[in-house]
């Protein structure tokens, strides 16, 4: 569907606002307006534009033009009225050492923050899994490097995207990541993911090709391995009161209806007190 569609069905949700992955968009003014104002007519917020840039590229050439798509990628979430704009630390390839790749994800995004911060943008790192047009996972996927990354950058225009889901497919707990970075956490990906065959360690196998795996699925939120009771109540302990998007829709707007209930129930219960 267009983007336009996508927008009238999204306010037939109930719904506050629609986050974009950059795919969505062209980068011409008359689209960009045109969606501005189909958002604006519905009364719909864009509270964050979900980005994927590949901050690992070993090609100086090649990282310059990720940071300069992410530069835009920032303009176009200023003009959309949005708060959030994704940073990834980008693949894990396999010549490039943990270190060297850590170096390189921090300083890149510590050179981002000041035009995020002029445009009155937060930069919200995710602890990624991979993107669909990647070769190899994410380079931050295991929790000690996504981690060390953010604890390295202190900014009030950096902070943390968190998305659970990502954590059990990364073979760890996402409760005790959750508990580690609560306090940078501005954002967050509600999702429950599934195996629609296989196991973790057959997803592992699959991992060193574009795009995800054919066995991995998002499903109906509330049904997956996920405990929104503990992660909204820690949330709620260190005052979180920002956005937390919906990864479902994919078998349909009656699973996706039935996800916007269970978080609204959820989020009735532990933010509304």
């Known amino acids: 569907m267009t983007i336009f569609e996508w927008i009238e069905l999204g306010a037939t949700l ?23 104002a189909a958002l604006e007519k519905h009364n719909l917020a864009m509270p964050m534009l979900c980005c994927s840039p590949d901050f690992t590229q070993l090609d100086r050439y090649s990282l310059e033009r990720e ?11 200023a003009f959309l009225g949005g708060r959030f704009c994704r940073v990834l630390s980008g693949q894990r390839r396999p010549e490039l050492t943990r270190e060297d790749g850590i170096e ?25 899994y991979k993107d669909n047009y990647w070769e190899y996972p994410e380079f931050a996927q295991k929790m000690d490097v996504f981690i060390e990354i953010v604890d390295r950058i202190d900014s009030p225009s950096f902070g943390v995207n968190f998305d659970p889901s990502n954590t059990i497919l990364a073979g ?73 998007s919906i990864e479902d829709g994919l078998d349909g707007m009656d699973e996706l209806r039935e996800s916007v209930n269970f978080l609204r129930c959820k989020i009735d219960r532990h933010f509304t007190n």
């Open 67 to 77: 940071i300069d798509y992410e530069k835009r990628m920032i303009e176009i979430t």
């Open 172 to 244: 760890e707990d996402p409760l005790v990541l959750l508990d580690r970075v609560k306090h940078r956490v501005v954002s967050m990906h509600a999702s429950d993911r599934f195996l629609k065959c296989g196991t973790i360690e057959d997803l592992r196998k699959e991992e060193n090709s574009v795009g995800y795996a054919s066995r991995l699925s998002h499903g109906v939120i509330g049904r997956g391995l996920n405990d929104y009771d503990k992660i909204f109540s820690t949330l709620h302990s260190v005052g979180f009161s920002s956005w937390i």
């Open 14 to 36: 109930g719904v506050d606002g629609l986050e974009f992955y950059s795919g969505f968009l062209k980068d011409d003014d008359l689209f960009l307006r045109r969606v501005k």
């Open 104 to 128: 390189q994800v921090v300083r890149v995004i510590k050179e981002l923050l000041p035009f995020a911060e002029e445009h009155g943008v937060i930069l919200n790192m995710e602890n990624h």
